[in-house]
């Protein structure tokens, strides 16, 4: 039996059982559960808009639960290898959005800025949150929704950092205003119909910003081009990148090296094809890059070292780090920014609370109750030093997320109905991972001339590989091959074999790409672009009143598995591409088409209904619902015995 306890390789056989002052784990038969109604959970009764209740939960869940967060972990080393795992993964993209950001904001956010964000948002959130173990970061649909409302500051005759202190500011009111009336809520109605279109647009987006910008500076319809020797090599680079990405992505399924190195090539794909074809592009005979010119383009870092101020060019008088609210803005103007901030909104809303939930599934066996109202209120809170500094706002990350939370669980091998299953035994929940993850990007902002080595190549390779990863493990991509396959050859999935016809499948998969393309269009190629994400929360009652119209409930049973297990969907994917039991599955398939309800969480009630053995700390509502329930279970007793 063997037991893996991170992407980072160590095992560590004495970090299988939880121990907590505040949570005590009890090994004995399950007790009764209390009322199946749920009382006292704001969602149980179907109510959406209920003032406080929700936040008034998480916090009396969680406070009790703050001081064992800071608790030394029974696995130190776990902990560790989670929290420099966490670093690499958010890094590298974090860097590819920078150069996006850089390009359509003509300079105004760039790497400094990106950054400093994720290092003072991750910092905040890893200290105010209920569930620290979310990561929070820049991400791709937030890249190019800040990138495609860049232009509205010029349309308002507004500064940009003005007008972008009031975006942040009016996103940050919407949040709370969101968590404080348990809107949050609404998060449930979100089927995998909905979010599969989102990762599918997500991948699109990904794979053709990353092709275009490897190939634009080639300029393949002018006769001469100086700089086309050196857009060539960006470009080789891209592609090599992308294949050293792509083969380590896999190298979990390998029969060849140990389990440890083959797990440590895969968690860290990203970093060696970055560092090995860095240091290629510096071979004796490669074109250096001088000022901009005749040379492989690397990331551009204005200043180096670093001077802690906003980016500027070279000689130019920075920007002051705080933008007065009133400075060079109108009245129209101010109000002009509540558009896109309401669109920004409806990205986070969406984004990071499947990111927490993706990062709190049941899969990960946590001994700690989530907390979706609070957290939605803490992220509101970190977006308004991002407005108050001109820094680009962030979410959940995903997967970063939920392979953060991966990488803290001691995991082992067990044969399940003759089949070898992947348990948790225990996973480390606590705040210092996300803390100490989010300090490290202030020292990356130190070593700033190192990042300026990396070739811009090398992000696009990334970038490509990660709209490839999106996009390999989406389901609607996964049915659009089915559909192209020989139909016997297609997999005994329940999609395949448990639907009324094929051709059912094929209308379904069918609007879904349909969607996708136009939300991609919009978002690409429209001026109003930055509209993208109403189109996608659109998707939500399109899928209720629409959708549940035009096909049967079995059948959707299986195209929209709402309901289904994690377990099953792992069996599924392993199905569908081959994958041995025993392959670690973190790598092979994780995103948004993850997303499964059946039996996750809803707020802290639902999880001390669904945890009898687990005892929630004496102050909560909890607590006092359960000696409730005991109390009249006792009384009820006592009056069947006289």
Same mark, same amino acid.
């Given at each position: 039996?063997?037991?893996?306890?991170?992407?980072?390789?160590?095992?560590?056989?004495?970090?299988?059982?939880?121990?907590?002052?505040?949570?005590?784990?009890?090994?004995?038969?399950?007790?009764?559960?209390?009322?199946?109604?749920?009382?006292?959970?704001?969602?149980?009764?179907?109510?959406?808009? %209920?003032?406080?209740?929700?936040?008034?939960?998480?916090?009396?869940?969680?406070?009790? =639960?703050?001081?064992?967060?800071?608790?030394?972990?029974?696995?130190?080393?776990?902990?560790?290898?989670?929290?420099?795992?966490?670093?690499?993964?958010?890094?590298?993209?974090?860097?590819?959005?920078?150069?996006?950001?850089?390009?359509?904001?003509?300079?105004?956010?760039?790497?400094?800025?990106?950054? /400093?964000?994720?290092?003072?948002?991750?910092?905040?959130?890893? =200290?105010?949150?209920?569930?620290?173990?979310?990561?929070?970061?820049?991400?791709?649909?937030?890249?190019?929704?800040?990138?495609?409302?860049?232009?509205?500051?010029?349309?308002?005759?507004?500064?940009?950092?003005?007008?972008?202190?009031?975006?942040?500011?009016?996103?940050?009111?919407?949040?709370?205003?969101?968590? !404080?009336?348990?809107?949050?809520?609404?998060?449930?109605?979100?089927?995998?119909?909905?979010?599969?279109?989102?990762?599918?647009?997500?991948?699109?987006?990904?794979?053709?910003?990353?092709?275009?910008? &490897?190939?634009?500076?080639?300029?393949? @319809?002018?006769?001469?081009?100086?700089?086309?020797?050196?857009?060539?090599?960006? =470009?080789?680079?891209?592609?090599?990148?992308?294949?050293?990405?792509?083969?380590?992505?896999?190298?979990?399924?390998?029969?060849?090296?140990?389990?440890?190195?083959?797990?440590?090539?895969?968690?860290?794909?990203?970093?060696?094809?970055?560092?090995?074809?860095?240091?290629?592009?510096?071979?004796?005979?490669?074109?250096?890059?001088?000022?901009?010119?005749?040379?492989?383009?690397?990331?551009?870092?204005?200043?180096?070292?670093?001077?802690?101020?906003?980016?500027?060019?070279?000689?130019?008088?920075?920007?002051?780090?705080?933008?007065?609210?009133?400075?060079?803005?109108?009245?129209?103007?101010?109000?002009?920014?509540?558009?896109?901030?309401?669109?920004?909104?409806?990205?986070?809303?969406?984004?990071?609370?499947?990111?927490?939930?993706?990062?709190?599934?049941?899969?990960?066996?946590?001994?700690?109750?989530?907390?979706?109202?609070?957290?939605?209120?803490?992220?509101?809170?970190?977006?308004?030093?991002?407005?108050?500094?001109?820094?680009?706002?962030?979410?959940?990350?995903?997967? %970063?997320?939920? @392979?953060?939370?991966?990488?803290?669980?001691?995991?082992?091998?067990?044969?399940?109905?003759?089949?070898?299953?992947?348990?948790?035994?225990?996973?480390?929940?606590?705040?210092?991972?996300? &803390? @100490?993850?989010?300090? /490290?990007?202030?020292?990356?902002?130190?070593?700033?001339?190192?990042?300026?080595?990396?070739?811009?190549?090398?992000?696009?390779?990334?970038?490509?590989?990660?709209?490839?990863?999106?996009?390999?493990?989406?389901?609607?991509?996964?049915?659009?091959?089915?559909?192209?396959?020989?139909?016997?050859?297609?997999?005994?999935?329940?999609?395949?074999?448990?639907?009324?016809?094929?051709?059912? !499948?094929?209308?379904?998969?069918?609007?879904?790409?349909?969607?996708?393309?136009?939300?991609?269009?919009?978002?690409?190629?429209?001026?109003?672009?930055?509209?993208?994400?109403?189109?996608?929360?659109?998707?939500?009652?399109?899928?209720?009143?629409?959708?549940?119209?035009?096909?049967?409930?079995?059948?959707?049973?299986?195209?929209?598995?709402?309901?289904?297990?994690?377990?099953?969907?792992?069996?599924?994917?392993?199905?569908?591409?081959? !994958?041995?039991?025993?392959?670690?599955?973190?790598?092979?398939?994780?995103?948004?088409?993850?997303?499964?309800?059946?039996?996750?969480?809803?707020?802290?009630?639902?999880?001390?209904?669904?945890?009898?053995? !687990?005892?929630?700390?004496?102050?909560?509502?909890?607590?006092?619902?359960?000696?409730?329930?005991?109390?009249?279970?006792?009384?009820?007793?006592?009056? %069947?015995?006289?």
């Amino acid at each position: 039996m063997g037991t893996s306890t991170s992407p980072a390789m160590l095992e560590s056989g004495d970090n299988l059982n939880s121990s907590s002052d505040a949570h005590v784990i009890d090994e004995s038969p399950p007790k009764p559960s209390v009322d199946s109604t749920l009382e006292g959970s704001s969602t149980a009764n179907g109510k959406y808009f %209920q003032f406080w209740t929700g936040m008034q939960e998480d916090l009396r869940a969680r406070i009790p =639960l703050y001081a064992d967060d800071w608790k030394r972990p029974k696995s130190l080393m776990t902990v560790l290898n989670a929290t420099f795992f966490a670093f690499v993964v958010q890094l590298i993209p974090a860097l590819i959005f920078a150069e996006l950001l850089d390009q359509q904001t003509e300079g105004s956010l760039a790497v400094d800025e990106v950054l /400093l964000s994720a290092g003072i948002i991750g910092v905040i959130y890893a =200290l105010l949150s209920g569930q620290p173990i979310v990561l929070l970061g820049i991400t791709g649909p937030v890249a190019i929704l800040l990138g495609k409302s860049y232009g509205l500051a010029e349309q308002y005759d507004a500064n940009y950092f003005t007008f972008f202190w009031w975006l942040c500011i009016w996103t940050a009111i919407l949040h709370i205003l969101t968590a !404080v009336f348990g809107l949050v809520n609404f998060v449930w109605q979100i089927s995998p119909f909905s979010t599969q279109i989102f990762e599918f647009f997500i991948a699109m987006s990904f794979i053709y910003e990353s092709i275009r910008d &490897l190939v634009k500076d080639i300029h393949l @319809l002018e006769e001469q081009s100086e700089e086309r020797s050196a857009a060539y090599a960006s =470009l080789v680079i891209g592609i090599l990148t992308f294949y050293i990405c792509w083969k380590l992505h896999f190298a979990e399924t390998w029969v060849h090296f140990s389990r440890q190195l083959r797990t440590f090539l895969t968690s860290y794909n990203m970093m060696i094809a970055v560092v090995v074809m860095t240091g290629l592009s510096y071979l004796p005979g490669v074109a250096q890059d001088s000022n901009g010119q005749h040379g492989i383009h690397r990331v551009r870092i204005r200043r180096i070292p670093w001077d802690w101020q906003p980016t500027t060019e070279q000689g130019a008088e920075p920007r002051p780090w705080f933008a007065h609210p009133l400075d060079g803005i109108s009245t129209k103007g101010i109000f002009g920014a509540l558009f896109p901030a309401f669109m920004l909104y409806l990205l986070f809303f969406i984004d990071h609370n499947i990111s927490s939930i993706l990062t709190q599934a049941p899969k990960y066996n946590l001994a700690k109750p989530p907390a979706y109202h609070w957290d939605f209120f803490v992220l509101g809170l970190t977006i308004i030093p991002c407005g108050l500094m001109g820094l680009p706002p962030g979410s959940g990350l995903i997967p %970063q997320a939920p @392979l953060h939370t991966r990488a803290l669980c001691t995991r082992e091998y067990k044969e399940i109905n003759g089949v070898r299953r992947e348990t948790v035994t225990h996973c480390e929940e606590q705040r210092w991972s996300a &803390l @100490l993850q989010a300090m /490290l990007m202030f020292v990356a902002l130190s070593l700033i001339k190192v990042i300026s080595w990396i070739p811009v190549g090398c992000l696009f390779g990334v970038f490509l590989y990660l709209g490839v990863g999106a996009m390999h493990g989406n389901e609607i991509w996964e049915r659009v091959n089915l559909m192209l396959m020989y139909s016997k050859k297609r997999p005994p999935i329940p999609v395949v074999a448990e639907t009324s016809n094929w051709r059912v !499948v094929q209308y379904y998969t069918t609007i879904q790409v349909g969607l996708s393309l136009i939300t991609f269009g919009v978002a690409q190629f429209a001026s109003w672009g930055y509209i993208f994400p109403a189109l996608i929360a659109c998707f939500v009652p399109f899928r209720v009143y629409v959708i549940s119209r035009c096909f049967s409930e079995r059948d959707l049973d299986h195209l929209d598995p709402v309901g289904e297990s994690d377990e099953d969907y792992q069996k599924e994917q392993r199905e569908l591409y081959h !994958v041995e039991p025993d392959v670690d599955e973190s790598q092979v398939f994780h995103g948004f088409s993850e997303l499964r309800m059946k039996g996750v969480d809803h707020s802290p009630a639902d999880y001390y209904h669904h945890h009898p053995g !687990v005892q929630p700390p004496e102050d909560s509502s909890e607590a006092v619902l359960r000696n409730r329930h005991k109390a009249g279970r006792d009384q009820s007793n006592g009056i %069947q015995e006289g």
